[in-house]
């Protein structure tokens, strides 16, 4: 027993040649919340944002999300393809954005804005790792309405037939990574950051959180099919995650040390 796909046309509306779909609107509900959450910020009491910093931030990170995706799935998951054909790294409209690259073009982001503006990295990672949960929620939504990155087959009971996915049950990874990335991450550093912390806390549990749930989820996602896994083990999504697990494990904990010596 499974459960089929539910039939979602991915094209929400056309007008001539242009075409709406829901994965470009859950691109724009990530920025419209990025953009709603960092304004409300900067209203409180000694923020220290101003609305146009908050406007250059937000044009810095939509800039690292999508250079930074697109750069990093070409290099992370095509990388022979783009060897024999390098102008494949501008076919956008082939598809392929990947997370690991849109975080470090974000992270790229973070160092130039603060660098700019002479603010701390620290403080600026702070500040925009709660907006990206929900933006994470919104694109995996986006990935489960386009029937791709399906997991692996499976007999549990909430088991789906994908279109494209073959004839077989698999595990609806893409709703596993909006749980999880999205909403479960999202809870966290809401909660972390209404407690005493350094700066650079906030930054670093997001990587630890993002890189141990990826992680986790791998074990059930279907691993890309031109890549497979190394050694049979370990797939590329795992391998990427595991420097965000050690990298946000060790700024914590660099972070919890420096304040005791501050305080000390």
Same mark, same amino acid.
Request: glycine content about 12%.
């Given at each position: 027993?499974?459960?089929?796909?539910?039939?979602?046309?991915?094209?929400?509306?056309?007008?001539?040649?242009?075409?709406?779909?829901?994965?470009?609107?859950?691109?724009?509900?990530?920025?419209?919340?990025?953009?709603?959450?960092?304004?409300?910020?900067?209203?409180?009491?000694?923020?220290?944002?101003?609305?146009?910093?908050?406007?250059?931030?937000?044009?810095?990170?939509?800039?690292?999300?999508?250079?930074?995706?697109?750069?990093?799935?070409?290099?992370?998951?095509?990388?022979? &393809?783009?060897?024999?054909?390098?102008?494949?790294?501008? &076919?956008?409209?082939?598809?392929?954005?990947?997370?690991?690259?849109?975080?470090?073009?974000?992270?790229?982001?973070?160092?130039?804005?603060?660098?700019?503006?002479?603010?701390?990295?620290?403080?600026?990672?702070?500040?925009?790792?709660?907006?990206?949960?929900?933006?994470?929620?919104?694109?995996?939504?986006?990935?489960?309405?386009?029937?791709?990155?399906?997991?692996?087959?499976?007999?549990?009971?909430?088991?789906?037939?994908?279109?494209?996915?073959?004839?077989?049950?698999?595990?609806?990874?893409?709703?596993?990574?909006?749980?999880?990335?999205?909403?479960?991450?999202?809870?966290?550093?809401?909660?972390?950051? &209404?407690?005493?912390?350094?700066?650079?806390?906030?930054?670093?549990?997001?990587?630890?959180?993002?890189?141990?749930?990826?992680?986790?989820?791998?074990?059930?996602?279907?691993?890309?099919?031109?890549?497979?896994?190394?050694?049979?083990?370990?797939?590329?999504?795992?391998?990427?995650?595991?420097?965000?697990?050690?990298?946000?494990?060790?700024?914590?904990?660099?972070?919890?040390?420096?304040?005791?010596?501050?305080?000390?």
């Amino acid at each position: 027993m499974a459960l089929q796909f539910p039939e979602i046309d991915p094209i929400i509306f056309s007008i001539g040649p242009l075409s709406v779909r829901w994965y470009g609107l859950m691109y724009l509900i990530g920025f419209a919340f990025a953009m709603w959450w960092a304004n409300k910020e900067s209203e409180k009491p000694n923020s220290g944002w101003t609305k146009e910093q908050v406007s250059d931030l937000l044009f810095y990170g939509m800039l690292g999300v999508i250079l930074g995706g697109r750069i990093g799935y070409v290099l992370f998951y095509n990388f022979n &393809k783009f060897l024999a054909d390098p102008i494949t790294l501008f &076919k956008v409209w082939e598809g392929g954005m990947s997370f690991h690259g849109g975080a470090l073009g974000v992270i790229t982001a973070i160092f130039v804005f603060a660098w700019r503006t002479n603010k701390s990295p620290l403080s600026v990672g702070d500040f925009v790792v709660p907006m990206v949960p929900v933006g994470l929620l919104a694109g995996r939504i986006g990935n489960f309405i386009n029937g791709e990155l399906w997991g692996r087959q499976t007999d549990v009971p909430w088991a789906i037939i994908f279109p494209t996915g073959g004839d077989v049950p698999r595990h609806p990874s893409q709703l596993y990574e909006a749980f999880f990335e999205g909403l479960v991450l999202f809870l966290i550093l809401v909660w972390y950051r &209404k407690q005493p912390r350094p700066a650079g806390s906030i930054a670093g549990l997001f990587l630890l959180g993002y890189g141990s749930f990826r992680f986790a989820i791998e074990y059930f996602r279907e691993p890309d099919a031109h890549i497979g896994l190394y050694a049979g083990v370990i797939s590329q999504g795992q391998i990427l995650s595991l420097p965000m697990i050690i990298g946000g494990l060790g700024l914590m904990i660099w972070a919890h040390r420096r304040e005791a010596v501050r305080a000390a």
